[in-house]
């Protein structure tokens, strides 16, 4: 998995791809996480755009995040889920957990 | 008339998670060698990484020494994947309901459920060994191409 980090205001935007699964891509995205949380940005938007596959590890991780983030009084949000990875989220009922955007403007805009 | 032959692959693994990227290659190659491709293709490579994840985390506690045994095959309309592990077994039935509200932010805990709503039978049994061996198979929506050899 890559990654590649970009500040709007208060809000980090973190932008993925390639695969977020078990060994590797849940790993990072921990590692992506804590280091916002570190340098103080608790205002998080995962961009999944190219992201091809997320198995149940790398499901387990964003969820672990986002309630590291909340416990934070952060917010973690997702933005451009691909059609399987909302069949995922739809299946795994996070579809209601998360706050998910397809355009990044509104995303920005729905952080407090 | 010769009737064609099934593609059928048969892998012997350490139990290290990047493995998993080796048996996926050789999923992917069945696939294309059946013209086995899209929305079917997609769900069998994840089914079979969740297979292997929990066989070599929860089956073999990640021991490289310990090893997975990986069947695959792909016949006219369905594939069958067998993936068994050196481990102490353990009952599926008790593994709780992710989409639980409870269970709902628990970080692990999906990868049965993820198998099952991919694959239209996943089944648990007790290997050989003693460990376990998950059986899982997917009807193809359109059946794959006939192969002419045999591995």
Request: charged content about 25%; glycine content about 8%.
């Amino acid at each position: 998995m890559k990654s590649e980090l970009r500040d709007h205001g208060e809000v980090r935007i973190i932008k993925l791809s390639g695969k977020i699964t078990i060994g590797t891509g849940d790993v990072k995205l921990r590692e992506l996480i804590t280091e916002a949380l570190d340098q103080n940005r608790s205002k998080l938007l995962l961009d999944l755009g190219a992201v091809s596959a997320i198995d149940s590890s790398g499901i387990g991780e964003m969820v672990a995040c986002y309630t590291t983030v909340t416990k934070r009084q952060g917010q973690l949000k997702l933005l451009h889920l691909s059609p399987k990875i909302n069949d995922i989220l739809q299946v795994t009922q996070l579809i209601t957990v998360f706050d998910v955007f397809e355009d990044e403007g509104e995303a920005l805009a729905s952080f407090s | 008339m010769a009737v064609p032959a099934p593609l059928r692959s048969h892998l012997i693994l350490s139990s290290r998670f990047e493995n998993i990227e080796v048996a996926e290659r050789v999923l992917l190659d069945l696939c294309q060698r059946a013209s086995c491709e899209g929305e079917d293709q997609y769900w069998l490579v994840t089914a079979l990484r969740e297979a292997l994840a929990n066989a070599i985390r929860h089956g073999n506690q990640q021991d490289p020494s310990r090893k997975i045994r990986v069947d695959m095959g792909i016949d006219d309309d369905h594939v069958t994947i067998r993936v068994e592990d050196e481990g102490r077994g353990f009952d599926p039935a008790g593994v709780p309901d992710p989409t639980s509200p409870e269970n709902l932010l628990r970080p692990s805990g999906r990868g049965i459920f993820y198998m099952r709503q991919f694959m239209n039978r996943v089944d648990f049994q007790q290997a050989p060994g003693g460990g376990t061996a998950v059986v899982m198979e997917r009807r193809l929506r359109r059946p794959a191409r006939s192969a002419s050899n045999e591995e």
